[in-house]
């Protein structure tokens, strides 16, 4: 799809409308939605893509960046099977690249012509069989070390390898390849559904009940990393019924590929390639990895071929550092930090404002996520339905937004984000190009409208609690609120006390407004919080289940969802997901169902997937797998001299740093300093309105 909004073209695939329209709309109307290769443009404008390509200057000298994001990176830096948060994702941007698949926008994904030389499909009985040709001369940041298909087909074996799994990674994401189960559990050591053809040759073949997908090339999304590296001794071989690791060397008796070979490759301190990934084949390379202050180096890979438009970063160096809300202004005016990410804080960005006249610019886009309490729904007193919906009941959302984004952000009710194309579609604000006015009256009769926006009533809560039998006080009689504290309930014959670990981050102002309404809601009820400060990377540890069970009941954080909006992948019980992929512990059939009707929808069939969409947001938001709370808008601060820097909701600051450049700013008028986003006061979100960041945010 090609959009337009007010003449301007847009990368989402939709229309945006014109006309009347509530403080929302406005704000999402306003906001800055250009992306790298179709910025907003008039007709003698150049595109990013074309300054990027042919208009930006050569620097005399060695040019720098540093960005401070809020939330600090865990060291994640190879893959998403060991946790995922923001600038983890951030950094994984920067150093990998040569995936055969490139998004476009939120509906579209396509071949990258600097990678993919040819890609065939066809059906068989097994499924259907895609057959990848990567280029030629393609090598990884030593410009020594080729990129072949080799190191594709490795991809897959390692990262559903019962070796990886050893680690305690989260092997499924490749679940939807033909043999995956025999070779997952460790019953073959070879992956039946993926071909190692010959050097620049690969293929893939996916389940036929995995057909159709809504996005349907991403099927193939794959990385190549270095068997070298992480596998020395080994190679990737296929004798003609499907691709195996095997050793080089023929006579050695044992198998070189082992559990404890990959915990010395990759998840040593020091060294290994989770957490020091020197040899990629992404925009920049690793230069340093500092793991107490969170501090990362990065250096141009000189012999990076370009992203999927032929574009190749300019700036030579980048150094990426966690920096806390109170102290950005401060570092930004001070030269510390030259980009400011993902700014949420409300304060934060009203104190900032005066400094557009003063040598520095900012962006602003809608957030493709949400702001949510998680709930460990797979055991204690929130495995209950009724109790989840309780607790949200004795949570005021709206005074959460006015207090912490200061009206940069709407309440939210379900599992969505405000620059999501299906809320958007949802709110009335776009619309597919072309269809006619029957079909138009189609898409205006979805809304949002059913959902319960859980407002703050500790009478609805109790009346919750006491219907689903938590009528009892901690010797077992009944409750009586005048002398009791805690709710009891008698589960499978065992007393259970209704009494919840909260994990709250460290420092995190948001967590700490969360903290300080349940504080005094909660025990009204009769709810026991038992609050535990803990690191962002305790939390995350907890959150993805790494050392089996969790510790805590409940936690403040934030997601952004990816462009393929799969929830399948995140509500399964498929035991390959639970953890990283399923945090949330839920086991529930008809959600199952649900998302995986929503997966299984022809591709581009648009209005079909916001039908299920809208079906499943209602059952979500009473079945309560999560308590959502706000979406927002983001602000990214930075000086003039960061020039031809465009993210949005769909391009993270990596990608459009590989557009930017760094030169003397031209001087303009104050009446000319302009921004994406107008931010007078009446045009501010009020957070009451029924649509409904923190400084730390976990990316799924």
């Not at 019953?187 to 159709?212: C, H, M, N, W």
Request: charge should be negative; hydrophobic fraction near 40%.
């Amino acid at each position: 799809f090609k959009v337009a909004a007010f003449g301007v073209l847009l990368s989402s695939g939709l229309l945006y409308l014109s006309g009347d329209m509530d403080l929302i709309k406005c704000l999402l109307l306003m906001v800055s939605v250009g992306a790298a290769g179709e910025e907003m443009q008039t007709e003698t404008a150049p595109t990013v893509a074309e300054i990027a390509l042919t208009m930006r200057p050569e620097s005399e000298e060695p040019t720098h960046l540093t960005v401070g994001n809020s939330t600090k990176v865990s060291g994640s830096f190879f893959t998403t099977q060991f946790g995922n948060n923001t600038s983890d994702i951030d950094v994984r941007y920067m150093l990998h690249g040569y995936n055969p698949i490139v998004w476009m926008n939120q509906l579209e994904f396509t071949t990258d012509p600097m990678v993919v030389d040819s890609l065939e499909s066809a059906d068989t009985r097994a499924g259907r069989t895609y057959t990848i040709r990567i280029v030629d001369g393609l090598t990884y940041n030593d410009g020594v070390t080729p990129v072949t298909a080799e190191d594709y087909v490795f991809s897959y074996l390692l990262l559903t390898s019962p070796q990886f799994a050893a680690l305690g990674a989260n092997t499924g994401a490749y679940a939807h390849v033909v043999g995956y189960e025999a070779f997952s559990a460790g019953e073959t050591d070879v992956f039946s559904g993926v071909r190692l053809i010959d050097e620049r040759t690969f293929s893939v073949t996916v389940k036929a009940q995995y057909e159709p997908y809504f996005y349907e090339l991403s099927y193939l999304s794959v990385y190549p990393y270095p068997i070298g590296v992480i596998a020395p001794g080994c190679e990737v071989r296929d004798d003609g019924e499907g691709a195996y690791v095997a050793n080089i060397d023929e006579t050695a008796v044992e198998p070189v590929f082992t559990a404890e070979l990959l915990q010395s490759t990759v998840l040593d301190a020091e060294n290994g390639y989770l957490s020091h990934p020197y040899l990629t084949c992404g925009p920049y390379k690793l230069v340093s990895y500092d793991r107490e202050s969170g501090t990362v180096e990065f250096a141009i890979n000189e012999f990076y071929i370009g992203n999927y438009e032929g574009v190749r970063p300019v700036i030579d160096t980048v150094t990426l550092v966690p920096v806390l809300p109170q102290d950005m202004k401060e570092k930004l005016e001070s030269g510390e930090i030259d980009l400011l990410n993902k700014v949420v804080d409300g304060d934060v960005v009203n104190s900032m404002r005066p400094m557009l006249s003063e040598g520095y610019s900012l962006l602003n886009y809608a957030r493709l996520g949400y702001g949510f309490c998680a709930f460990a729904c797979e055991q204690g007193p929130q495995q209950f339905k009724a109790v989840r919906q309780a607790i949200d009941y004795c949570f005021d959302a709206d005074s959460f937004v006015r207090d912490a984004l200061k009206g940069y952000g709407v309440t939210v009710n379900g599992y969505y984000g405000l620059g999501q194309w299906m809320t958007l579609a949802a709110m009335g604000t776009i619309r597919p190009e072309g269809i006619t006015p029957e079909e138009e009256e189609v898409w205006d009769a979805l809304n949002l409208d059913e959902l319960n926006p859980y407002t703050l009533d500790l009478g609805k809560a109790k009346a919750l609690l006491e219907e689903d039998g938590w009528t009892l006080n901690e010797n077992g009689e009944p409750f009586d609120e005048t002398r009791d504290a805690v709710r009891c309930k008698d589960v499978d014959g065992e007393l259970m006390r209704l009494s919840l670990d909260f994990a709250q981050v460290k420092d995190n102002d948001f967590a700490q407004l969360v903290v300080d309404q349940f504080s005094e809601t909660l025990p009204q009820v009769g709810i026991e919080l038992v609050v535990h400060e803990v690191s962002f990377n305790e939390m995350l540890s907890d959150y993805y289940r790494e050392d089996g069970e969790r510790l805590y009941d409940m936690n403040f954080m934030a997601t952004n969802f990816v462009s393929t909006f799969d929830p399948f992948m995140t509500f399964t019980d498929d035991p390959d997901f639970v953890g990283a992929m399923n945090t949330s512990g839920m086991t529930d059939e008809q959600l199952i169902d649900m998302t995986w009707d929503m997966h299984k929808t022809e591709p581009y069939d648009v209005l079909t997937y916001e039908q299920k969409w809208i079906e499943f947001q209602k059952y979500y938001n009473e079945l309560l797998p999560t308590m959502p709370i706000y979406s927002n808008v983001y602000f990214d601060f930075h000086t003039n001299w960061l020039q031809n820097y465009y993210a949005g909701s769909e391009i993270n600051w990596p990608e459009a740093v590989l557009y930017a450049y760094i030169a003397e700013p031209v001087e303009t008028a104050p009446d000319e300093v302009q921004s994406g986003l107008d931010l007078d006061d009446d045009m501010k979100i009020d957070g009451g309105n029924d649509f409904g960041d923190d400084d730390f945010e976990i990316i799924e």
